[in-house]
């Protein structure tokens, strides 16, 4: 299976301010065919299920505030959270759907400083 | 709008048996692929298992810890998903969400709210 590895495991923030998450695979999702990263983003805020943020490492979800933004390509990948607001608070998984068997990244915690 | 609610969840012993369900709305049921995610208590995702679709053959696919001792199955009468969890063992303590695989295979979009599953004796 793509082993996802994300740093930092935290990060803090003033509001305002902006948080940059990275996501790292353990081998190449991105699919030389159509061109596309086979990565994906979740946002899950205390005891709630996770969100779907973006796909296609880049793509974000109807209704996902332009604050969120996805980039990167083949193994490297980046989510920032700009203009950092309270009801950002939560832990972010990145995700590839490359391999028949989606793996997740640890996740990544959000909190406002 | 979308629906998933989960039921069945509990305290089971080791090597135990539960039925996890899910009830589906929202969406055409019997077409859509379809998946289980868990959650150790304060840990991250991890993808158990998901089923195709009817018209791919509701074939199922498991992650290797499960393997073996879980099965996924759909009602299409009822609209209800089902993960049959069989030989409990302590590391499967955890919510169990079920949700649904959007416009490609993997790519997760809409969850329910879980259901927790204790193993312990």
């Known amino acids: 299976d793509i082993v996802m590895t994300q740093s930092p495991d935290s990060v803090v923030v003033s509001l305002g301010g902006r948080a940059t998450i990275n996501c790292k695979s353990s081998?190449?999702?991105?699919?030389?065919?159509?061109?596309?990263?086979?990565l994906a983003w979740y946002q899950q805020k205390p005891g709630q299920p996770p969100k779907l943020l973006i796909h296609?490492?880049?793509t974000r979800e109807s209704g996902v505030p332009d604050r969120f933004i996805g980039s990167g390509s083949g193994t490297d990948f980046t989510l920032t959270v700009s203009g950092l607001q309270a009801e950002d608070v939560a832990v972010y998984y990145c995700?590839?759907?490359?391999?028949?068997?989606?793996?997740f990244g640890q996740g990544t915690r959000l909190e406002i400083k | 709008e979308v629906q998933l609610v989960e039921s069945g969840g509990g305290l089971v012993k080791p090597g135990g048996s539960l039925r996890l369900s899910c009830a589906a709305s929202?969406?055409?049921?019997?077409?859509?692929?379809m998946t289980w995610v868990r959650q150790a208590p304060g840990k991250g995702l991890e993808w158990v298992g998901r089923i195709k679709g009817r018209n791919a053959g509701e074939t199922t696919d498991f992650a290797a810890p499960v393997t073996g001792r879980f099965t996924i199955s759909k009602d299409h009468s009822k609209e209800t998903l089902f993960l049959q969890m069989n030989n409990l063992k302590s590391e499967d303590t955890g919510v169990y969400y079920c949700?649904?695989?959007?416009?490609?295979?993997?790519?997760?979009?809409?969850w329910g709210q879980g259901t927790l599953v204790a193993v312990s004796s």
């Open positions: 296609w490492a880049s």
């Open positions: 081998e190449s999702i991105l699919y030389s065919s159509n061109n596309k990263n086979y």
């Open positions: 949700a649904t695989y959007g416009d490609y295979a993997g790519l997760i979009d809409y």
């Open positions: 929202g969406f055409t049921f019997s077409n859509a692929w």
């Open positions: 995700q590839q759907y490359y391999n028949v068997h989606p793996t």
